[in-house]
């Protein structure tokens, strides 16, 4: 079974530029999450997904960020504009049912 | 709402030697604690978890971890260190939708 994957492994753009995120959860979850962990911070949480519907989405940061879930299946996370601030590395994750999640590799972002 | 403290930012034990890593959690009741470790490069990789029961719990790469509700910890443990265990661990609990990490602990790996 093909775990989380996420594209691509590192950004780097310029402030001001738009990045888009992407996440393909296990196959048959129905739970997908969105985390980052800026530098020197804790991971934290911004999205949880139920199929194609946001669940919660209190730890979106501000209305820079999109999230969409298109068919209930892989997900992208829009950056637009990207500031020096949201350089980090953004994690996805995905569940079938239960709290036990299962992370993919992050993509790090940089913002210059 | 649950939270965990992991008190140590970074750690340092020679290969071969034992390790126990905090984690001190805050819940009244009976919680659910995860253990995830990133690998350098690498995405988060469950190592274990917790819901109840058996308070031992055994995990992938031959890592344990106790459940001790007198002193509100769930720490990890491996007998003997290999230079491949070098990474950042973090505790975990899930709180509703999502999982509220501990801040972690950078484990290096002496030869």
């Known amino acids: 079974e093909a775990g989380v994957t996420q594209f691509p492994s590192h950004s780097v753009i310029e402030k001001g530029q738009t990045v888009t995120l992407r996440c393909d959860p296990i196959s048959g979850h129905d739970n997908l999450y969105w985390y980052r962990r800026v530098m020197g911070k804790e991971i934290k949480f911004l999205l949880h997904?139920?199929?194609?519907?946001?669940?919660?989405e209190s730890g979106m940061p501000n209305n820079r960020f999109l999230a969409e879930r298109t068919g209930g299946t892989y997900s992208t996370l829009k950056v637009q504009p990207a500031e020096l601030e949201d350089s980090g590395v953004y994690f996805c994750?995905?569940?079938?049912?239960?709290?036990?999640?299962?992370f993919g590799p992050g993509t790090r972002l940089t913002v210059l | 709402a649950q939270s965990v403290t992991q008190p140590d930012i970074h750690i340092t034990v020679s290969e071969g030697a034992s390790l126990e890593l905090r984690c001190n959690y805050s819940y009244g009741a009976t919680p659910y604690l995860f253990w995830y470790v990133q690998s350098p490069g690498q995405g988060l990789q469950l190592l274990l978890k917790y819901f109840s029961g058996d308070t031992l719990v055994q995990g992938i790469k031959g890592f344990e971890a106790e459940f001790k509700r007198s002193q509100s910890s769930f720490n990890l443990r491996k007998p003997s260190v290999h230079w491949s265990d070098a990474a950042e661990y973090f505790c975990?609990?899930?709180?509703?939708?999502?999982?509220?990490f501990g801040a972690g602990t950078r484990l290096t790996v002496k030869p």
């Open positions: 997904f139920v199929k194609e519907s946001k669940q919660d």
């Open positions: 975990a609990p899930p709180q509703g939708n999502d999982m509220r």
């Open positions: 994750a995905s569940s079938r049912v239960g709290v036990t999640q299962y």
